[in-house]
């Protein structure tokens, strides 16, 4: 397990963005901020609102999304839409 570490708010916006993305799988998470899933579902259930997290795990959860690359399409090779724009200044809701 990775070291519990102190994120900034860009940073924790970030993670729970590319958490709520389909196409971004946990694996990117792990390169990019070095958590694991496990990791990841302690910080969204610890940042969402309840209603959030549940809603969170159940879309994860249902084979709509493609959180885990051995689950996902092989003919998706990357971690976003080619068309994805960059976000900034994301906002999601929180306790």
Known sequence: MTKTRNFSER???RIIEMAWED???FEAILFQFGLLEK???KLMRSNLKES???????RVNSGVSQK??????PEINR???SRQKA???NKISKR
Request: with cysteine; charged share 45%.
């Open 11 to 13: 940073e924790l916006d």
């Open 52 to 58: 959030s997290f549940k809603r969170w795990r159940r």
């Open 79 to 81: 971690f976003k839409c």
């Open 68 to 73: 885990h690359l051995k689950k996902r399409n």
């Open 39 to 41: 990791e990841v579902i």
């Open 23 to 25: 196409r971004t799988p």
């Open 87 to 89: 976000i900034s200044g």
